[in-house]
């Protein structure tokens, strides 16, 4: 079994009842189901030795106006070749319920309660129905993804409580840690139950920044809503500002120049290395160990700096648009790219022998929250913290996106799952990304760097697009509404997805570890929240 | 243990290697300076963040490098709002955090500055409006400061920083 037609033509056959419609769509197969028989369809999907699906994203959409209908749609990626494989199902406006599937794949709990918040669709079967995103002190029958649901209306307070899960016994008690925390990290709160030392259970309750992003992109019209994608999680303004214009292009088929695509992949390099020096840093210091924390920093800064000056933003703010780049950066200024990166190349490959001699360091980090290929194929980790288990997936090189289909990339992949090995591959992508930086500077093609939207896009037109953010992978779904504007744009930060993971990752840790262990998975509040 | 001193002598000093703030610092209210007076030279602060995208954050914690190295002012990060003289909040104020950021002032003893940093906190920026948003953060405890910018630069919130305490913002 190879790829998505093939996956789809099997379940039309196995499931002809099931199966209302089928379809290939910007070459992303699709098919329409019948709603009672997902759960069905999607376990065969799942468990099928040769399709092996993996439910990358789970999201609804309000037709209405236009149409007096729900759609619930489902990503699968299939393990071979990566292909992409759509499913839907649609609901009147008068049902309020549809089929849970995460009694079959675990991987769907957060989406479906987030569909239940959002949009007050019920996922019948859920083994979970708490509140995620709204907290207990929103009113009821506030569901702000409704389109009946006025963006910019006052919530009323209600009284409520989070019913954290309890485990009782001898010796039991549970700590309280956040929302606001010591240092300056975002707000979260995270719950365990310890015997002595060792946790029994994390449970994290996040959600605090919730901002609305989602219903705010909606009153935004294509074309101007890239700042708004930079801000969702500030510290991957590129990755986020790049998965909203890839979709929005996909959407209207435009091809962007491909100057304009090797830029975007140095962007996103940049990116990803003062990040991933920010993590190397921070997770030593950690462990108290702070020399290595000051120089990740020193080194950090330099290219923050760098981005500055190349692009007047240090989070490289305003470099993208729909179509392309705004900034063509001159031959000259890839010299100073690569000269500063050389430089820091040999300072950091010299702080690297420091860090691994270090055996305190390495007792800190070996063995500590470990997260088993098991469990993390189990939540759809993605990123960092996957190949770190040993799930072998790069969206640069499994399908690839802005100018990676010309520029190979090799990945990171370790087994363990522990700290030790979420340090390797970011130390890993580091040097990855410079040599990539350097390949970019070689290849780069002269010509233009954007290209004009040339047409509105009908109402009801959507895109998909993925990006290998520092983090991970980062989904967006847009779907067009009148004259140009945002009928729906979905958001899927790596974050997300890998949040229920750092549960399993601290079991059978002590509580002292956790910061470390929550260090190395760096994941986002912001992007998370939404 | 040769080989960390090697590596600290090769690198050399790092400090005050940074463009200075270009945006002029104007944003002080006249009343601000004499409610910093008591701190002297010093000032602690603590950071909230009510819904901020992250990268308001991760400047405030770009000044804690060796680079800008904000302790050489006399500027200190606690870890809880009962050690602090100021507080610094980002971000547009979420329905969500709106009590945990009148709590935190609540437990800030007086005498106390309270910091707006970016455009968030200081106008909800593309926030604006929102079901989830109650800021800015003017509406919920009074504002004595505001540093804007998206985000803004460490050199300018350090700018901003020094000039409260009554020195310049290089020594
Ligand atoms: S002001 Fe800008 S950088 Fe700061 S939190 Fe708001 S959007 Fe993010």
């Known amino acids: 079994m190879a790829d998505a037609a093939a996956a789809a033509a099997l379940l039309k056959k196995e499931f002809s009842e099931a199966v209302l419609a089928m379809a290939s769509i910007h070459g992303i197969s699709w098919l329409r189901i019948q709603t009672d028989q997902v759960p069905l369809l999607v376990h065969y999907l799942h468990a099928k030795p040769d399709v092996r699906g993996s439910l990358s994203l789970l999201w609804a959409v309000d037709h209405r106006p236009r149409e007096a209908r729900y759609e619930v749609l489902y990503l699968f990626t299939l393990a071979e070749r990566q292909d992409w494989l759509l499913l839907s199902t649609e609901l009147s406006d008068e049902t309020r319920l549809f089929r849970s599937i995460t009694p079959h794949i675990h991987a769907a709990q957060w989406y479906e309660r987030e569909i239940r918040d959002m949009f007050g669709l019920i996922p019948q079967g859920h083994p979970d129905l708490r509140r995620l995103v709204r907290h207990e002190h929103w009113p009821k029958g506030t569901h702000p993804l409704k389109k009946d649901f006025a963006w910019d209306q006052v919530l009323g307070r209600q009284q409520g409580e989070y019913r954290f899960r309890h485990i009782e016994g001898e010796g039991v008690f549970e700590a309280p840690v956040g929302p606001i925390h010591a240092g300056i990290i975002e707000p979260g709160h995270f719950r365990f139950s310890v015997a002595g030392e060792p946790i029994l259970q994390l449970e994290v309750r996040h959600f605090w920044k919730h901002r609305g992003v989602e219903k705010l992109f909606e009153q935004r019209t294509l074309i101007d809503a890239v700042p708004l994608a930079e801000r969702v999680s500030g510290d991957t303004s590129v990755g986020h500002g790049l998965a909203y214009c890839q979709a929005v292009e996909m959407m209207m088929g435009m091809t962007v120049p491909r100057r304009g695509r090797y830029l975007r992949s140095l962007f996103l390099e940049l990116e990803r290395i003062h990040n991933h020096l920010g993590d190397v840093g921070a997770i030593c210091n950690d462990t108290a160990y702070t020399l290595a924390h000051a120089h990740c920093g020193r080194m950090k800064e330099r290219i923050m700096q760098l981005n500055d000056r190349l692009t007047g933003s240090r989070f490289l703010r305003g470099v993208l648009t729909v179509g392309g780049v705004t900034r063509g950066l001159a031959a000259l200024q890839f010299d100073e790219i690569v000269a500063e990166l050389d430089q820091i190349e040999k300072d950091f490959s010299e702080l690297e022998s420091i860090i691994f001699a270090n055996a305190s360091l390495a007792d800190r980090l070996e063995t500590t929250g470990v997260l088993t290929e098991r469990t993390a194929r189990d939540h759809v980790v993605t990123g960092v913290i996957g190949r770190a288990s040993g799930i072998d997936r790069d969206i640069r090189r499994d399908r690839p996106f802005a100018a990676y289909d010309e520029l190979p990339v090799n990945v990171a992949l370790y087994q363990y799952g522990d700290v030790r090995a979420r340090l390797r591959v970011r130390i890993d992508e580091i040097h990855e990304s410079i040599r990539l930086i350097r390949e970019i500077r070689r290849k780069i093609p002269a010509g233009p760097i954007a290209v004009e939207p040339s047409r509105v896009p009908n109402p009801g037109e959507w895109g998909l697009s993925a990006v290998e953010g520092w983090r991970g992978e980062i989904l967006y779904y847009v779907m067009a509404g009148e004259n140009g504007c945002i009928h729906r744009c979905k958001v899927r930060d790596p974050s997300f997805v890998n949040w229920p993971a750092i549960q399993w990752a601290v079991q059978g840790n002590i509580i002292p570890d956790f910061p470390l262990i929550n260090k190395s998975f760096n994941l986002s509040y912001a992007g998370n929240d939404l | ?171």
């Open chain 2, 1 to 171: 243990m040769f080989r960390i001193l090697k590596k600290s002598l090769k690198t050399g000093v790092v400090t005050g290697r940074y463009p200075s703030a270009v945006q002029p610092a104007e944003q002080i209210a006249a009343g601000a300076r004499e409610k910093a007076d008591p701190f002297g030279r010093s000032l602690t602060i603590r950071e909230v963040d009510t819904g901020s995208c992250n990268a308001c954050e991760m400047e405030m914690n770009a000044l804690t490098n060796s680079v800008y190295d904000i302790e050489r002012f006399g500027i200190h990060v606690a870890a809880s709002p009962r050690h602090a003289d100021a507080l610094v909040v980002t971000g547009p104020v979420t329905v969500n955090m709106e009590r945990a950021l009148k709590d935190v002032y609540k437990q800030t003893p007086d005498p106390k500055l309270v910091i707006a940093l970016g455009d968030c906190a200081i106008n909800c920026g593309l926030f604006k409006g929102s079901y989830a948003v109650t800021g800015p953060v003017e509406r919920h405890i009074p504002v004595d400061v505001r540093i804007p910018g998206c985000p803004p630069r460490p050199a300018e919130i350090l700018k901003v920083l020094s000039e409260l305490r009554g020195g310049d913002d290089r020594q």
